[in-house]
């Protein structure tokens, strides 16, 4: 039968001399034998041991996790859920990875296009792409409430053209005034702006937010807090939602 030394072990399973004293202090992994001389001697079964050791520890599994689980008598179902339950945590962290990857590419792609950025230009950017999705939904939200309105518009205008049945257009233009009303009380309720200059997150008033010229990402305002006059970008109003789950 083959007998291996400490360094002959260590070296085969890719580990260093002190790896394989550690597991035998820890009794994880007990040399069969010891020479007169009193060096550890170990036996082929100690080396599949020992490559089984190195396998669960390369999966992550805790050493006191191994050392419990090589002392049942069949080990072999508790390994497998173990390495699912691993499988699953290495999942979650990759997934929070490529998000937190996904996170600094797009603030990387933000920042090639400012002429000139600070630490707070970052926090900017961070904050828009935080409330991104919200402010999707926001806006999709608006969009599937607007379909009826469009329909009733297109509807009334045809049956004007081609039966003369001019009310429904008439009732068409009284819906949709209240609607364009609602929309934008509720849109502007939900949204903030942030200063490019002093980098403050505020909410414009009704009136001038409606009026003021405007890009899907942006709107011409003046700041309350600097008085910068121009483009704010345009983003999610999280404190409209802790105020909503405080009543």
């Known amino acids: ?49 020992m490559e089984i050791i190195c396998f669960l520890r390369e999966t992550g599994l805790p050493i006191n996790s191994i050392s419990a689980l090589l002392a049942e008598e069949k080990p072999e179902k508790i390994i497998l859920i173990l390495l699912e339950q691993q499988e699953q945590a290495l999942h979650e962290e990759l997934s929070e990875r490529q998000k937190k990857l996904h996170m600094i590419e797009n603030i990387k792609r933000e920042l090639k296009g400012l002429e000139r950025f600070s630490v707070d230009s970052i926090g900017d950017i961070a904050n828009i792409m935080k409330n991104r999705n919200k402010l999707r939904k926001l806006r999709a939200t608006l969009l599937i409430t607007g379909i009826p309105v469009t329909a009733l518009q297109w509807v009334s205008i045809i049956l004007w053209i ?17 609607y364009g009303v609602w929309v934008s009380v509720y849109y502007f309720k939900n949204v903030a702006y942030i200063c490019p200059e002093c980098h403050a997150v505020f909410k414009p008033g009704f009136k001038e937010a409606f009026w003021a010229y405007h890009t899907p990402k942006m709107r011409r305002l003046t700041c309350p807090k600097c008085g910068y006059r121009g483009l704010c970008v345009e983003v999610y109003d999280e404190n409209n939602d802790m105020e909503k789950n405080k009543s």
Do not use: H, N
């Not at 992994?29 to 599949?48: A, I």
């Open 1 to 49: 039968m083959s007998m291996y030394t400490t360094g002959e072990i260590a070296k085969l399973c890719g580990v260093s001399v002190r790896t394989v004293q550690y597991y035998d202090s820890r009794k994880i992994l007990v040399p069969s034998e010891l020479s007169e001389g009193g060096r550890r001697l170990y036996t082929e079964d100690d080396l599949k041991r």
């Open 162 to 178: 081609m039966k003369g049945i001019w009310w429904l257009f008439a009732l068409w233009v009284g819906v949709a005034a209240v």
